[in-house]
């Protein structure tokens, strides 16, 4: 709409004319519309923010444990479960509060003020006060106030990186287009929030606010739900696991306890309730938290900010990476590597904007430049961009292309100083997208003559030139010529190469500098190819990614020839991949698009709402997907991803605050490494899990078969509730500094259904609380002649030193002896805290009489530790019969092979 109809007839539309709007027609319309602006959704309360953070099932079920606590009439354990809960809802409340902000940074980013025509003068008007049907000027570093169809141009390029993903500024025209273009085609028209980076224009306002390509965009973002990360969906299905477990096991001893002993009523009901809070890993929270919290500050160290804690784990979920090409997996910096001067193809080394770089021909280095060296000054003085260094690095102010140009002169030696020094400008013939070039006429002043130099597409250039330069000598240009150069072109163009051709003309004799005059009659210098050249180490991070069974899609405005050579260069794009255009997107149903995900390696010229049906269909396959993204196009997908990371340094506002996570330096290798970092902690954190359930099962075990015995209860509550809340904890938490297991990145990704207990986890759980259980109770029924509170001290200790023991089994998926036993100096503290409270709660006489305890002998320590370390056996050599299925690989998500174009 807009782009294809001619501007009489949007002027008859819109009731306008290109004098503009009077300045009471433009205050009746804005009365009428509303303000040009983003309109703000209906805010979610502080109270109802912090009311949604009670309804996760485990903080519910840690605070009944702590009524009951209460109930009991242990405060200290009250109050120690309510303080994690209280921990954790802080930090959802904070979380959610920062996402609401996600609107409100769309319009910190909209143009502020604009020039416009009223009453037939230009007037400077703010943004917000822009209507349907104003003419609106518009100038190089102006920010788009409104989407705007063009009806005259200047050399008007505008920056739409941010809303189309396109890598290069967008060259504008003034003419009626061909209808079904998407965004990234309709090159007469400019959007909302674009950047005007070269040249002047003039145009009608066709659209505002809400109503923009914008505007649609935080309409998107407003409706778009964000689903739960798959930790806090893991962890609430363990905690009504848990629960059923616990109601069951509560019930069993007490249904026992009434039946088989001779246990006063009161007194049985609030041991099976102490019971029942030491069933409840009370301390997992806290543990996942600090686990949690620890891993994002060491994914900080490594350039990834989590924004969300559970984002730190579910990085290590991920099944599926979607990134943008440009400046994630390309460095963002146009180079040129190819060019073509006196009949010879020649290599330029160098990487990005730095100026330093050599020529080779046939693999051999050129030291002798002087042949290309008016090629390389043409490229120079016709440009508008600039070098420029700041902190140590290298940076283009202007254009890409036109910047590459400079940094391929000065790889040959050509600097700023010597161009002012020797060349001054005397006009400008800018480029416009009829011509497809751009000329300078310049003094010379060291052969004291007026030179015209040129740029622009090579078949235009060549269709103007009659001689070339070979080897400083020019020469009639041939037929022959003129094919061998077409031919060199294509090839350029083949490899995905950008292709400039360049020329110069001596232009003393002319009296004006018209481009009737100047630009025919030219000289051919030679052809520039220039790419945005993959980063280091992503060839690297992609064939890692493929090691772990993740799967990689391109998603980018860049046109498609361009996304696929880059993809086949790192590794990413083989011949049974897809590579898809937007367009050809569209034409998919969701069936379709639901058959060809899995084999679609490439998205190019996609649109906003493209990325976030990629994501949704990816989603509904059951994949964990991560998204990247540094524009405002991209923030629904971003928001709907499950774990969306923003550009920290090319990332617009909206897309910071919506992600999860935030990509410091921009590069797709560090994406890899925290994806490794994520899987570790939720290694950790399952075998934080697996060791306190595997003693909590112990405790209740050694109580169950108690009371099926008719023995006494082995234990008093509050010895129970101790171990719950201070040996179990201490050591756990300890876990969380464990080192990665050396196969993190070899496994293929975990099922993002399976329940974080699974099948084998259970079995190991199960069987090693039966073995705690039925060696606590040999050892209290060998006691239990001697004296009822002799035996239940030896019973506790006995499952806190198993407890010991099975912590260090569990530091590991394999076997223990590939972990030295004391390297990870905080386990080695949180065991050595847990024995030494055990052994002040057994020694010290007034802790005796709260927890019932007796001293104990140098021979009862024998006793207890040879019993308890068999546990640590046990648990060993349970790990060669019982794969701990938590460490291995699944089989939902292997890995696509990557690589040629296969078009729908």
Same mark, same amino acid.
């Given at each position: 709409?807009?782009?294809?109809?001619?501007?009489?007839?949007?002027?008859?539309?819109?009731?306008?004319?290109?004098?503009?709007?009077?300045?009471?027609?433009?205050?009746?319309?804005?009365?009428?519309?509303?303000?040009?602006?983003?309109?703000?959704?209906?805010?979610?309360?502080?109270?109802?923010?912090?009311?949604?953070?009670?309804?996760?099932?485990?903080?519910?079920?840690?605070?009944?444990?702590?009524?009951?606590?209460?109930?009991?009439?242990?405060?200290?354990?009250?109050?120690?479960?309510?303080?994690?809960?209280?921990?954790?809802?802080?930090?959802?409340?904070?979380?959610?509060?920062?996402?609401?902000?996600?609107?409100?940074?769309?319009?910190?980013?909209?143009?502020?003020?604009?020039?416009?025509?009223?009453?037939?003068?230009?007037?400077?008007?703010?943004?917000?006060?822009?209507?349907?049907?104003?003419?609106?000027?518009?100038?190089?570093?102006?920010?788009?106030?409104?989407?705007?169809?063009?009806?005259?141009?200047?050399?008007?390029?505008?920056?739409?990186?941010?809303?189309?993903?396109?890598?290069?500024?967008?060259?504008?025209?003034?003419?009626?287009?061909?209808?079904?273009?998407?965004?990234?085609?309709?090159?007469?028209?400019?959007?909302?929030?674009?950047?005007?980076?070269?040249?002047?224009?003039?145009?009608?306002?066709?659209?505002?606010?809400?109503?923009?390509?914008?505007?649609?965009?935080?309409?998107?973002?407003?409706?778009?739900?964000?689903?739960?990360?798959?930790?806090?969906?893991?962890?609430?299905?363990?905690?009504?696991?848990?629960?059923?477990?616990?109601?069951?096991?509560?019930?069993?001893?007490?249904?026992?306890?009434?039946?088989?002993?001779?246990?006063?009523?009161?007194?049985?009901?609030?041991?099976?309730?102490?019971?029942?809070?030491? =069933?409840?890993?009370?301390?997992?929270? /806290? *543990? @996942?938290?600090? &686990?949690?919290?620890?891993?994002?500050?060491? !994914? %900080?160290? $490594?350039?990834?900010?989590?924004?969300?804690?559970?984002?730190?784990?579910?990085?290590?979920?991920?099944?599926?990476?979607?990134?943008?090409?440009?400046?994630?997996?390309?460095?963002?910096?146009?180079?040129?590597?190819?060019?073509?001067?006196?009949?010879?193809?020649?290599?330029?080394?160098?990487?990005?904007?730095?100026?330093?770089?050599?020529?080779?021909?046939?693999?051999?280095?050129?030291?002798?430049?002087?042949?290309?060296?008016?090629?390389?000054?043409?490229?120079?003085?016709?440009?508008?961009?600039?070098? =420029?260094?700041?902190?140590?690095?290298? /940076? *283009? @102010?202007?254009? &890409?292309?036109?910047?590459?140009?400079?940094? !391929? %002169?000065? $790889?040959?030696?050509?600097?700023?100083?010597?161009?002012?020094?020797?060349?001054?400008?005397?006009?400008?013939?800018?480029?416009?997208?009829?011509?497809?070039?751009?000329?300078?006429?310049?003094?010379?002043?060291?052969?004291?003559?007026?030179?015209?130099?040129?740029?622009?597409?090579?078949?235009?250039?060549?269709?103007?030139?009659?001689?070339?330069?070979?080897?400083?000598?020019?020469?009639?240009?041939?037929?022959?010529?003129?094919?061998?150069?077409?031919?060199?072109?294509?090839?350029?163009?083949?490899?995905?190469?950008?292709?400039?051709?360049?020329?110069?003309?001596?232009?003393?004799?002319?009296?004006?500098?018209?481009?009737?005059?100047?630009? $025919?009659?030219?000289?051919?210098?030679?052809?520039?190819?220039?790419?945005?050249?993959?980063?280091?180490?992503?060839?690297?991070?992609?064939?890692?990614?493929?090691?772990?069974?993740?799967?990689?899609?391109?998603?980018?405005?860049?046109?498609?020839?361009?996304?696929?050579?880059?993809?086949?260069?790192?590794?990413?794009?083989?011949?049974?991949?897809?590579?898809?255009?937007?367009?050809?997107?569209?034409?998919?149903?969701?069936?379709?698009?639901?058959?060809?995900?899995?084999?679609?390696?490439?998205?190019?010229?996609?649109?906003?709402?493209?990325?976030?049906?990629?994501?949704?269909?990816?989603?509904?396959?059951?994949?964990?997907?991560?998204?990247?993204?540094?524009?405002?196009?991209?923030?629904?997908?971003?928001?709907?991803?499950?774990?969306?990371?923003?550009?920290?340094?090319?990332?617009?506002?909206?897309?910071?605050?919506?992600?999860?996570?935030?990509?410091?330096?921009?590069?797709?290798?560090?994406?890899?490494?925290?994806?490794?970092?994520?899987?570790?902690?939720?290694?950790?954190?399952?075998?934080?899990?697996?060791?306190?359930?595997?003693?909590?099962?112990?405790?209740?075990?050694?109580?169950?078969?108690?009371?099926?015995?008719?023995?006494?209860?082995?234990?008093?509550?509050?010895?129970?509730?101790?171990?719950?809340?201070?040996?179990?904890?201490?050591?756990?938490?300890?876990?969380?500094?464990?080192?990665?297991?050396?196969?993190?990145?070899?496994?293929?990704?975990?099922?993002?259904?399976?329940?974080?207990?699974?099948?084998?986890?259970?079995?190991?759980?199960?069987?090693?609380?039966?073995?705690?259980?039925?060696?606590?109770?040999?050892?209290?029924?060998?006691?239990?002649?001697?004296?009822?509170?002799?035996?239940?001290?030896?019973?506790?200790?006995?499952?806190?030193?198993?407890?010991?023991?099975?912590?260090?089994?569990?530091?590991?998926?394999?076997?223990?002896?590939?972990?030295?036993?004391?390297?990870?100096?905080?386990?080695?503290?949180?065991?050595?805290?847990?024995?030494?409270?055990?052994?002040?709660?057994?020694?010290?006489?007034?802790?005796?009489?709260?927890?019932?305890?007796?001293?104990?002998?140098?021979?009862?320590?024998?006793?207890?530790?040879?019993?308890?370390?068999?546990?640590?056996?046990?648990?060993?050599?349970?790990?060669?019969?019982?794969?701990?299925?938590?460490?291995?690989?699944?089989?939902?998500?292997?890995?696509?092979?990557?690589?040629?174009?296969?078009?729908?």
């Amino acid at each position: 709409m807009y782009f294809d109809e001619p501007i009489t007839g949007i002027y008859t539309a819109l009731h306008t004319s290109q004098e503009g709007l009077s300045a009471s027609e433009a205050d009746a319309r804005l009365r009428a519309n509303g303000f040009n602006e983003i309109q703000k959704r209906k805010n979610t309360t502080v109270l109802v923010i912090l009311l949604n953070q009670f309804q996760n099932f485990l903080t519910v079920l840690l605070i009944i444990a702590g009524v009951i606590s209460l109930f009991l009439g242990d405060l200290y354990d009250f109050i120690g479960i309510i303080a994690i809960v209280i921990l954790s809802v802080i930090l959802g409340f904070v979380q959610e509060y920062r996402a609401e902000k996600s609107v409100e940074a769309l319009e910190k980013i909209s143009a502020p003020y604009a020039k416009v025509m009223r009453d037939g003068k230009e007037i400077r008007v703010p943004a917000r006060e822009i209507v349907s049907g104003d003419i609106v000027i518009l100038e190089e570093g102006d920010i788009v106030p409104a989407d705007i169809r063009l009806f005259e141009e200047s050399s008007l390029k505008i920056d739409e990186s941010s809303l189309t993903g396109e890598s290069t500024p967008s060259k504008k025209v003034s003419a009626q287009l061909t209808p079904g273009l998407s965004v990234a085609d309709q090159e007469n028209m400019c959007f909302s929030s674009t950047i005007v980076t070269y040249g002047k224009g003039k145009g009608v306002v066709v659209n505002t606010g809400m109503h923009t390509e914008f505007g649609r965009i935080a309409k998107t973002l407003q409706e778009t739900e964000t689903g739960k990360t798959p930790l806090q969906v893991k962890f609430e299905i363990m905690a009504r696991q848990l629960t059923f477990a616990v109601i069951g096991l509560v019930l069993v001893v007490f249904i026992f306890g009434v039946l088989s002993l001779d246990v006063p009523l009161m007194k049985l009901f609030l041991f099976s309730l102490s019971l029942a809070v030491a =069933a409840v890993p009370s301390s997992l929270t /806290a *543990i @996942v938290t600090i &686990s949690l919290a620890m891993g994002s500050r060491r !994914l %900080a160290a $490594k350039n990834m900010i989590i924004k969300q804690l559970p984002a730190a784990e579910s990085l290590g979920s991920v099944t599926v990476i979607c990134t943008d090409k440009t400046g994630t997996l390309t460095r963002n910096q146009m180079t040129i590597t190819k060019l073509y001067a006196n009949n010879m193809e020649m290599d330029v080394s160098g990487k990005g904007y730095i100026p330093e770089g050599k020529f080779y021909y046939e693999n051999k280095e050129v030291s002798e430049i002087k042949h290309i060296e008016l090629l390389l000054r043409t490229g120079h003085l016709c440009n508008n961009a600039k070098l =420029a260094q700041s902190e140590g690095k290298w /940076a *283009i @102010v202007g254009d &890409s292309t036109e910047g590459s140009l400079i940094v !391929l %002169a000065k $790889k040959g030696n050509i600097h700023e100083e010597d161009i002012q020094k020797g060349y001054r400008q005397i006009k400008e013939l800018p480029f416009d997208s009829d011509r497809k070039r751009m000329s300078v006429i310049v003094e010379n002043k060291k052969n004291k003559k007026k030179e015209a130099y040129l740029k622009g597409a090579p078949d235009i250039i060549l269709k103007s030139c009659t001689k070339i330069m070979v080897n400083g000598k020019i020469h009639l240009l041939t037929k022959k010529d003129r094919d061998r150069i077409m031919q060199k072109n294509d090839a350029f163009a083949k490899r995905s190469l950008r292709v400039l051709g360049l020329a110069f003309k001596d232009v003393s004799r002319l009296k004006t500098y018209e481009i009737s005059t100047v630009e $025919k009659d030219l000289v051919f210098l030679g052809l520039v190819g220039m790419i945005d050249p993959p980063r280091e180490g992503v060839t690297d991070a992609i064939a890692k990614c493929n090691a772990a069974g993740i799967d990689v899609v391109m998603i980018t405005g860049d046109h498609p020839a361009t996304a696929a050579a880059i993809a086949a260069e790192i590794g990413l794009l083989h011949p049974e991949d897809i590579v898809l255009t937007g367009t050809e997107l569209d034409a998919l149903s969701d069936a379709e698009l639901d058959a060809k995900i899995k084999r679609i390696r490439i998205i190019a010229r996609t649109l906003p709402i493209q990325k976030l049906r990629i994501v949704t269909a990816l989603q509904k396959q059951g994949e964990i997907v991560a998204m990247t993204g540094d524009g405002v196009n991209d923030a629904p997908a971003l928001k709907k991803a499950d774990v969306g990371i923003a550009m920290g340094i090319t990332g617009t506002d909206v897309s910071k605050e919506v992600a999860k996570a935030i990509l410091v330096d921009d590069n797709f290798t560090t994406i890899v490494n925290a994806i490794e970092e994520g899987r570790t902690i939720y290694d950790k954190i399952i075998k934080s899990t697996k060791y306190l359930l595997a003693c909590n099962v112990g405790e209740v075990v050694s109580v169950l078969l108690a009371i099926i015995m008719r023995l006494p209860l082995p234990m008093v509550p509050l010895q129970i509730l101790l171990m719950n809340l201070l040996t179990d904890g201490l050591p756990a938490l300890g876990l969380g500094s464990e080192k990665a297991e050396d196969d993190v990145m070899q496994r293929k990704p975990r099922s993002p259904r399976a329940n974080p207990l699974t099948k084998n986890m259970l079995i190991l759980i199960a069987l090693f609380g039966l073995f705690m259980g039925i060696g606590t109770l040999f050892v209290f029924n060998l006691y239990r002649g001697i004296a009822l509170t002799y035996a239940q001290t030896m019973a506790f200790t006995t499952l806190v030193m198993f407890e010991m023991f099975a912590v260090m089994s569990v530091r590991s998926f394999n076997s223990f002896i590939k972990v030295g036993p004391f390297s990870n100096k905080w386990l080695t503290i949180g065991i050595a805290s847990s024995v030494l409270i055990q052994i002040i709660v057994i020694y010290v006489p007034p802790l005796q009489k709260i927890f019932g305890t007796v001293p104990l002998t140098g021979m009862d320590w024998v006793v207890l530790l040879a019993v308890s370390s068999l546990g640590f056996v046990f648990m060993e050599v349970g790990k060669i019969f019982i794969k701990d299925d938590a460490g291995q690989i699944s089989s939902t998500a292997a890995p696509q092979p990557a690589a040629q174009k296969n078009n729908i």
